[in-house]
């Protein structure tokens, strides 16, 4: 039972990166899913999240209108679309999951499963 997160790499201001995370042994159906991010020396912050059937979605300030959630019960896998990146993005990214039908971006909900992290470095 884990998450698989992947998809990180070093990438130009402006340009775009994919994350994925993909669940094994549940299904994320079952879940509301969210996105994370932890700069070095900061908190650990929220980014994104979507909920699990209730379509809410919601998004940070910093990346509204840069940044897409989305799941693909399929796959039983959950993305991160990244565009327009900024240094200030630079942060290992991490994917949870929550047991409830809306979503918050607070981390306190993401109780249950959480991946490994992939690094995102933006360079100027």
């Known amino acids: 039972v884990q998450l698989q997160a992947s998809g990180g790499g070093l990438v130009q201001a402006g340009g775009s990166l994919r994350l994925s995370c993909a669940a094994s042994?549940?299904?994320?159906?079952?879940?509301?899913i969210g996105w994370f991010r932890q700069a070095p020396g900061k908190e650990r912050e929220g980014v994104s999240c979507?909920?699990?059937?209730?379509?809410?979605?919601r998004y940070a300030d910093s990346v509204k209108d840069r940044f897409t959630i989305s799941r693909d019960s399929a796959k039983n896998t959950m993305y991160l679309q990244l565009n327009s990146l900024k240094p200030e993005d630079t942060a290992v990214y991490y994917c949870?999951?929550?047991?409830?039908?809306?979503?918050?971006?607070?981390?306190?909900?993401?109780?249950?499963?959480w991946g490994q992290g992939t690094q995102v470095t933006v360079s100027s």
């Open positions: 949870a999951t929550a047991p409830t039908l809306g979503c918050g971006l607070e981390r306190h909900y993401y109780v249950d499963y």
């Open positions: 042994g549940f299904s994320l159906d079952n879940y509301a």
């Open positions: 979507m909920g699990r059937s209730d379509g809410s979605i």
